[in-house]
C-alpha cells in the first residue's frame, strides 16, 4: 500500500486546512488510521488516530481544533485542521496499520504564520 497526503501548505494563525491521505489499496480493513507531525528539532508525535469501529482520538493539543475522519470508498484519510496556531508547524504524516504491517506516507508541509 502507498499512501500520499497532500492538502499541506501556508495558512495564517486562524485559518483552516484539510489534509487528505490517499491510499493506492483498500483500507476497509485497517486496523488504524492516524496522522504524526514531527517539526523541525522535535520528535515526531501522534496528533489522531481512528480505528476500525470508528472511535477516534487526539492529542490534548489538538482536541476540539482536528478532526479525523476516514473514507472507505475513496481509500482516504482526512484531517480536518481549524483555528491552526502557530505551534503546529510540522510535517504531518499518514500512517496506515493493515495486518502486521505499517504504512507512512512521505509527509506533507504545514507552516502556520503568526
Known amino acids: 500500500v502507498q499512501l500520499v497526503e497532500s492538502g499541506g501548505g501556508l495558512v495564517q494563525a486562524g485559518g483552516s486546512l484539510r489534509l487528505s491521505c490517499a491510499a493506492s489499496g483498500s483500507i476497509f480493513l485497517a486496523t488504524a488510521m492516524e496522522w504524526y507531525r514531527q517539526a523541525p528539532g522535535k520528535q515526531r508525535e501522534l496528533v489522531a488516530a481512528i480505528i476500525s469501529g470508528g472511535s477516534t482520538n487526539y492529542a490534548d493539543s489538538v482536541k476540539g481544533r482536528f478532526t479525523i475522519s476516514r473514507d472507505n470508498a475513496k481509500n482516504t484519510l482526512y484531517l480536518q485542521m481549524n483555528s491552526l496556531k502557530p505551534e503546529d508547524t510540522a510535517v504531518y504524516y499518514c500512517?496506515?496499520?493493515?495486518?502486521?504491517?505499517?504504512?507512512w506516507g512521505q509527509g506533507t508541509q504545514v507552516t502556520v504564520s503568526s
Open positions: 500512517k496506515v496499520g493493515l495486518g502486521y504491517s505499517d504504512y
